[in-house]
């Protein structure tokens, strides 16, 4: 299958889940190419931006698992 690359955005509204956000992240540790976060204290949100290079279904796997999470909101685009 053919690898694309793609930006996800995490916004995290539930800080108890941040376990789980670096849990998952640090699975695919292997695709990750960058990864920046913004502790956005004026509006209370931890923000997350994770740049991946991946099969488009392990970068569904990566958004679905942590989209799923209770407390955080989750974008991705798919660049190439």
């Given at each position: 299958?053919?690898?694309?690359?793609?930006?996800?955005?995490?916004?995290v509204r539930?800080?108890?889940?941040?376990?789980?956000?670096?849990?998952?992240?640090?699975?695919?540790?292997?695709?990750?190419?960058?990864?920046?976060?913004?502790?956005?204290?004026?509006?209370?949100?931890?923000?997350?931006?994770?740049?991946?290079?991946?099969?488009?279904?392990?970068?569904?796997?990566?958004?679905?698992?942590?989209?799923?999470?209770?407390?955080?909101?989750?974008?991705?685009?798919?660049?190439?």
């Amino acid at each position: 299958m053919e690898k694309r690359v793609a930006v996800i955005s995490i916004v995290v509204r539930d800080r108890a889940v941040s376990n789980r956000i670096n849990d998952i992240l640090s699975a695919h540790g292997d695709v990750i190419r960058g990864r920046l976060g913004f502790p956005y204290s004026e509006r209370g949100v931890p923000i997350i931006i994770i740049l991946v290079d991946a099969e488009q279904s392990t970068i569904g796997a990566i958004s679905g698992a942590i989209g799923n999470l209770p407390g955080v909101t989750l974008r991705s685009t798919m660049l190439l």
